[in-house]
Structures are given as structure tokens and as C-alpha cells.
């Protein structure tokens, strides 16, 4: 082999074909299913069409849609989509014309969610309610179970008519068909409940119905729950049992589940680890003779290619990381996988717009959803331009500018690109972060973007180059709040403690709650000897609970809390619960980890004085000295923008002020990336 040869990466088993008989997927790769929003927006069908083309057109094999509901009463939301009337499928037919222009084969979830219904005509087995729903849902009566069935096969069928190469049935995740399945929520007394025999009746029901309707040469992918993740789940045993018998009923293709929505266990989040639950899809895959998908937490072709070559799947589904990139398969193909915009699971713009009713998005790629909204057209006229900082805004302001055409060249003060990014990296649980760094870094490299380290541009500079307009990235600095004794050596900065690791004593006061306060909380919990969670899978299944040897129903065990590395007080002078502004989907996983690690959360707080006895507060309770050896300032920050102010005042070239500098206030990545993309399709 030459050197360029070992050097290369040729992804056999990913790119290997899989042929089911009747049709053939030219890969290994399924984009699995993701409620976008689009669904329900103006124009719907025209967007999701775009969406799902741009995904094909990148290589994968098989697309699988969002969920869509098969009645009325199995509907997510109230306007959430369900494909029933013959009517309905002419629209359908706008996204399976645009995947199947390219070599790709496109599956419709369909999707009951039983109690999870987000409206009250919601059905399950037997009356409950969801802990993530507010309605509760009615139990259905036999003749109820046997028209959704029939509701299901309808949908299929007319899925077909559409087009669709298949369906994939949603067993998993809590939803209706898993609630039949789990003595949970099936507390029946007829032939759909009580032994496992009768609790998936209705799931086998629902498969042959399907396969009755639809005939041999129609995909049906199963949607399995491996791991329900919740107390009076299935067993091992009644998993297996299921998936024997899937192949009998119907089934050319069998999906990981894991974990049910209103499980208290991380499943998808960036600190949950990489490809962490591929060994339960290896131990179904040992149990029956279907093709078996991996899942969750899988985002880059090195793991793809690790998990399909060592036999534990026979493809794998990864959501996120197409939003992220959709030439992800064409990059890694030509042997690019350095230049894929990686997924780095933290759920911003994807899943917590969803519970905001936005629109899905991507904090790494604002294009995603939105592909009908920006042109691929280069610009008549290259303009040079001059960038002041390398955070997330300066660096999506660049790449898009040099792919359109233009000539940014990139300032940075700091020895290396990233700004805050650097510092967030640094997280124990966030060390996907760095993968964002590396795209920008090889975007630099194959746009050939001039980059200047080490390099802090001043007015005298700015006022007499040439540039043709000047972006200011200069992101924020810490606000440093104003308490007596604040210049006192027990007192740190964040970036004093996350970057330039300044020694931190056992006892720390942390003032401010917000984003960074909880991170930097999470840092000093953790011995910076131990490798993080994120990255060791055993202590991550025990600190949640998860019982990889599946003793008992649903596959959960009491938690094993990692011993704290230091006693942290979590301070914030308003009166809301801690972290109430963190993201939806992982801010409960954030307070968790802290109050695991007992965490005192403190609020109403009034800074009083810090002093060698440690810092003085007042709360509710009373008056306090809390006897800490540091305190660590994580009270917001402020823009860095007098620069673009001075240049504005002294020079009449455009100016553009983007990300922190912008506005300090909820700055996050998602708003500084999509300010810096959308720019440089404006100038
Ligand atoms: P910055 O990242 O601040 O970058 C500004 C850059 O400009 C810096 O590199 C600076 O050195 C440079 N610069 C300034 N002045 C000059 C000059 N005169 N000349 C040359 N260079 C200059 N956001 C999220 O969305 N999700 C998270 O999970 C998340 N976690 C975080 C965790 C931590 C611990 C921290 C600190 C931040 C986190 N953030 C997170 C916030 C996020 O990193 C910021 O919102 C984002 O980096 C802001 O981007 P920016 O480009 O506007 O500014
Ligand atoms: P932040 O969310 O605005 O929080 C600042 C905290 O400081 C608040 O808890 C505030 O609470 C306190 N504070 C403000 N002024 C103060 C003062 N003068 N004295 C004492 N306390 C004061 O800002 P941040 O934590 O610095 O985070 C910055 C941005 O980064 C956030 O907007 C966030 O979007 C982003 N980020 C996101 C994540 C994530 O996981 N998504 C993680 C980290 C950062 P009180 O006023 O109640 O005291
Ligand atoms: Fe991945 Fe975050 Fe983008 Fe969602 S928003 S696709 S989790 S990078």
C-alpha cells in the first residue's frame, strides 16, 4: 500500500449496498426520522421536499420522514400531519419525486403517539397520562383498536400510492404501540393486555395488516424499543420474543429504540457518549435473521465504519448529523470526512425549536429547513473583506463569504480560531465542540482563507488598509459585577478557570446561573484526572442508571452518583429555579448532574462582600458567609464593539457588527453562527 493509500480511508462496509430482495440501498446509511416543523408550516410540502432532495442528492441510502399520524386521535399535536384520505397523497408525492431523482429509497414513519398526544382526543391501552403531557389520554375500546389498525394499513397503502418505498412503524420511544407493549401503561384485561402474548398482539396486528395491504415489495422497518428506560418496561426476554417474530409478521428491516420519551436518562445529548447504546442493537442482531439498524449518539463515518466492520448492525441511522451536513456521505466518499460540518448533539436548533413550535434548524448549519430561502449563486463582484475575530460569528461569516465568492481574511487576537468555543470545549460533556473548531479550521484551509493569529486589529490598522467592508466578530467580555471586595485573589473569571485552568481550592461560590454558571459548575465537579462521562461509557451508564445486564423490566437500576470533586454553591439573585432558561431538551439534564453531585443551588442571593473568610451573602434565610476558597464570576458579559463604533465614526466603508459584539444579551452559538451565514448572503 502506498502512503497515500494507508493515509485513505475507503469506508467498505459502509458504501457496501444492501440488497433486500425486491430493491436494493446503494448504502449502509439511513436518515432516521426527524419532526422538522416544516410539516406544518405554508408551503409545507414544497419545503420538506427541498429538505429531503438536498439529502438524497448528498448520498444516503434511505430516507425515513418525520412521524405522521395514522388518525386523528394518534396525532402529536393538534395540526400535526396524518396521511388518511386518498386526497392527501398528490402532496406526497412532491418529496418522494424529488428523493427519488437521486439513487435513494424513501420510507414514511408512521407514528401513533398514544398518550403522548400534545391534545385531548389522545388514545392508549388503558386511560393514563403521559408526565409529559398535560391531557390525559382515553383508553381505547376493542372496536377502537381494530379501526386504528386499520388506520395504520390505510396509511400505508396510501403512503405506497405516494410513492414511498416503504414505511417504518414508530414501536418505540413511548409511543402508542410501545404503551401496548409495556405493563406500564397496558393494564388491560382483554386480549391486548396481561401476558406479553396479548401486549403485542396489537403491534403484530398492525404489521400484517400492513403487509396485507401493501404486498411483498414495500419496505417495513420496525421501530423496536431495545431499552424502554422506564420502570415496568418490557423485559429482555419480551424484546427478543418480539423481534423473532417481527420477520413472520411482515418486517424486512429492524430499528433501535431507546429509551422513552418521559425517561429521566440522557439518550441523545452531546454529553451522552458516542455510538453508546450500539451494543444492545449487537445483542438483537445475535437473535433474529433480520437487517438490524445502530443508532443514537452515531455522528461521524470513523464510527459508522467501526460498528457496520465489527458485525454489531447491518446499517446505521443517524437524524441529527444530516441537518448538520447534508453531503455528509458525499464528503466522506471522497475520502473528506475532515470537511464534514459535524453534528455536535446539543439539540439548540433541532429538538428544543421543536418544543418552542419553531421550525428545526441547525446551530452548526441555519441553512437546514431552510434551504428554499438561500441560493447556492455566487457573487458578480468579489469584495474583500476584513473580519475582526474567529469566534463561531466571524468563522460562518468567512466560510460563506469565500464560498460565495468573496475574499474575507480572518483577524483573530488569540492564538488559535474558536473564541468562546475554546473555552466550551473545555466541558466535561461538551467535547464535541471541538469537531466545530476543526470544520471551520480545514474550511479555512480548502477556501484558502487568509488567517491572521495573534493578530488584534486597531482603528489605526482598519483606518488604513484597503478592505472593501469590515465585519466585527469581536464577541464579549465578562461582566465583572461590582461587590466589595471583588479584586480580592479568591476571585476568578470564568475564562481564569476554563482556559487558563488557574488553581481552583474545594469549596467554590460560583455567582451566576446562567448558561456558563452551570457549566463551569460542572467543570469543578469533576476530578480533572477522570476522563469525563462523555467518554467513558460505563460511567455513564451507572451515574444513570442503566442496566446493561437488563435484570430487570425496562432495563433501569438505582444510580451510581460519581463522588464530587468539590462542594459548589450555585448562586443567582432571582427567584425562578435554577436553570429555567436552559434548553428544553437538556437543561433538565444539566440540573440533574449538579444536584447528583449536591450542588447547594442558592437563590434571591444579595452579594454582600468578599473577604478571606469567603464570600458574604444575604439571602431569604438570612445572612450568610459562605467559606469558599475561590469565586468564580459567571454574571453574563457585554459586547466588545467600541472598535466597530470608533471605525464607524472615522471611516465610511460598510461595517458590519455581528454575534456578542452585536448584542451580548442570550448570545449563544446558534444566533452568532446564523448572524455571520446570513450576512454573507446579504453582502
Ligand atoms: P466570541 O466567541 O467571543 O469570539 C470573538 C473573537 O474575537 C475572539 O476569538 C476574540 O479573541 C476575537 N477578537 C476580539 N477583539 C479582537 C480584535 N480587536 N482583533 C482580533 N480579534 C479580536 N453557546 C451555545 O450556543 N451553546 C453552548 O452550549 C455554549 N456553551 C458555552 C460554554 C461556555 C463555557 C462558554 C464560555 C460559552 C458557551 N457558549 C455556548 C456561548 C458561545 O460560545 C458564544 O455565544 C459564541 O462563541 C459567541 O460567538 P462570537 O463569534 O460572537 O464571539
Ligand atoms: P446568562 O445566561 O445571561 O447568565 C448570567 C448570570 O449572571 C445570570 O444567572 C444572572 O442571574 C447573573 N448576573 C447578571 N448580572 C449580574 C450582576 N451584575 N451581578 C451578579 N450576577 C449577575 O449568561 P452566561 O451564563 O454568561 O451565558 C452567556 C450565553 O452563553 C447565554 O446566553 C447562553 O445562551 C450561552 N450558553 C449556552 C449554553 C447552553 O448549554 N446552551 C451554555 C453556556 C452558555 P441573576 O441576575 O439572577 O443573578
Ligand atoms: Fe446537531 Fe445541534 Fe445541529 Fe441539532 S442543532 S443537528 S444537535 S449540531
Not at 457518549?273 to 443508532?295: G, Q, Y
Not at 443517524?318 to 466522506?332: E, G, N, Q, S
Not at 467518554?535 to 442508571?545: C, R, S, V
Amino acid at each position: 500500500m502506498t502512503a497515500l493509500g494507508a493515509l485513505m480511508k475507503n469506508y467498505d462496509a459502509l458504501f457496501k449496498p444492501l440488497d433486500l430482495g425486491f430493491c436494493k440501498l446503494r448504502n449502509r446509511v439511513i436518515m432516521g426520522s426527524m419532526h422538522t416543523g416544516l410539516e406544518e408550516t405554508k408551503n409545507g410540502f414544497d419545503k420538506m421536499a427541498a429538505f429531503y432532495g438536498d439529502r438524497a442528492k448528498g448520498g444516503v441510502g434511505l430516507i425515513v420522514t418525520g412521524g405522521i399520524a395514522p388518525n386523528l386521535q394518534g396525532r402529536i399535536h393538534p395540526f400535526g400531519l396524518q396521511l388518511s384520505y386518498p386526497w392527501q397523497v398528490a402532496k406526497h408525492k412532491k418529496i418522494t419525486n424529488k428523493v427519488h431523482k437521486h439513487d435513494t429509497k424513501i420510507c414514511l414513519q408512521i407514528l401513533h403517539a398514544g398518550r403522548y398526544a400534545y391534545h385531548p382526543f389522545g388514545a392508549t391501552p388503558s386511560t393514563s397520562k403521559a408526565p409529559i403531557s398535560p391531557f390525559k389520554a382515553r383508553g381505547m375500546s376493542k372496536l377502537g383498536i381494530k379501526k386504528t389498525i386499520w388506520d395504520y394499513a390505510n396509511c400505508a397503502r396510501l403512503a405506497q400510492k405516494a410513492g414511498y418505498d416503504g414505511v417504518e412503524i414508530m414501536g418505540s420511544e413511548g409511543y402508542l404501540i410501545n404503551q401496548f407493549l409495556a405493563p406500564r401503561t397496558n393494564k388491560r384485561t382483554d386480549e391486548y393486555g396481561g401476558s406479553f402474548e396479548n401486549r403485542s398482539r396489537f403491534a403484530l396486528e398492525v404489521i400484517r395488516s400492513i403487509r396485507e395491504k401493501t404486498g411483498e415489495n414495500f419496505i417495513i422497518i420496525y421501530r423496536l424499543s431495545m431499552l424502554d428506560l422506564i420502570k415496568d418496561g418490557q423485559t429482555w426476554d419480551e424484546v427478543v420474543t418480539l423481534a423473532k417474530q417481527l420477520k413472520e409478521a411482515g418486517v424486512n428491516i429492524v430499528n433501535t429504540g431507546i429509551g422513552w420519551h418521559e425517561a429521566r436518562v440522557p439518550t441523545i445529548a452531546t454529553m451522552v457518549p458516542r455510538a453508546a447504546f450500539v451494543w444492545i442493537t449487537e445483542r438483537i442482531k445475535k437473535e433474529i435473521d433480520l437487517p438490524v439498524v445502530a443508532t443514537n449518539r452515531i455522528n461521524t463515518p470513523d464510527k459508522i465504519e467501526e460498528i457496520l466492520e465489527s458485525g454489531q448492525a447491518d446499517l446505521v441511522s443517524m437524524a441529527r448529523p444530516f441537518l448538520a451536513d447534508p453531503d455528509f456521505l458525499l464528503k466522506a466518499q471522497a475520502n473528506k470526512s475532515d470537511e464534514i460540518n459535524t453534528c455536535i448533539a446539543c439539540n439548540q436548533a433541532c429538538l428544543d425549536h421543536i418544543f418552542q413550535n419553531k421550525i428545526s434548524s441547525c446551530l452548526v448549519n441555519p441553512k437546514a429547513c431552510h434551504e428554499t430561502e438561500y441560493t447556492s449563486e455566487k457573487v458578480k463582484k468579489a469584495k474583500r473583506i476584513a473580519v475582526v475575530g474567529s469566534g463561531p460569528a466571524g468563522l460562518s461569516f468567512a466560510v460563506e463569504a469565500a464560498q460565495r465568492g468573496h475574499q474575507p481574511v480572518i483577524f483573530e487576537k488569540a492564538s488559535e480560531i474558536g473564541g468562546q468555543f475554546n473555552i466550551a470545549k473545555e466541558i466535561p460533556g461538551k467535547e464535541e465542540f471541538r469537531e466545530t473548531i476543526r470544520y471551520f479550521l480545514k474550511q479555512i484551509e480548502v477556501l484558502n482563507i487568509e488567517l491572521h493569529l495573534n493578530k488584534e486589529v486597531n482603528i489605526d490598522f482598519l483606518g488604513s488598509s484597503d478592505f472593501d467592508e469590515v465585519v466585527f466578530a469581536s464577541g464579549v467580555r465578562p461582566r465583572i459585577p461590582k461587590i466589595d471586595g471583588i479584586g480580592h485573589e479568591k476571585v476568578l473569571s470564568y475564562p481564569e478557570v476554563l482556559y487558563q485552568k488557574k488553581p481552583v481550592g474545594k469549596k467554590v461560590a460560583v455567582i451566576g446561573a446562567g448558561g456558563i454558571g452551570f457549566d463551569t459548575s460542572e467543570f469543578l465537579i469533576h476530578n480533572p484526572d477522570h476522563i469525563s462521562e462523555s467518554m467513558d461509557k460505563e460511567a455513564f451508564f451507572k451515574h444513570w442508571g442503566i442496566d446493561t445486564d437488563y435484570k430487570d423490566r425496562g432495563a433501569v437500576t438505582p444510580k451510581e452518583k460519581p463522588a464530587p470533586f468539590r462542594e459548589i454553591y450555585l448562586l443567582q439573585r432571582k427567584a425562578t429555579k435554577h436553570g429555567k432558561f436552559l434548553g428544553k431538551t437538556t437543561g433538565w439534564i444539566h440540573r440533574q448532574s449538579l444536584k447528583d453531585a449536591n450542588v447547594n443551588m442558592l437563590k434571591e442571593v444579595t452579594y454582600k462582600k468578599i473577604d478571606d473568610q469567603g464570600l458574604h451573602i444575604e439571602t431569604p434565610e438570612g445572612s450568610k458567609v459562605l467559606d469558599v476558597d475561590n469565586v468564580v464570576i459567571c454574571a453574563g458579559q457585554y459586547s466588545d464593539n467600541e472598535l466597530f463604533h470608533k471605525f464607524k465614526e472615522l471611516d465610511n466603508r460598510p461595517a458590519h457588527l455581528i454575534g456578542g459584539a452585536e448584542k451580548s444579551m442570550e448570545i449563544d452559538a446558534k444566533r452568532a453562527i446564523k448572524q455571520g451565514v446570513n450576512l454573507a448572503n446579504k453582502i
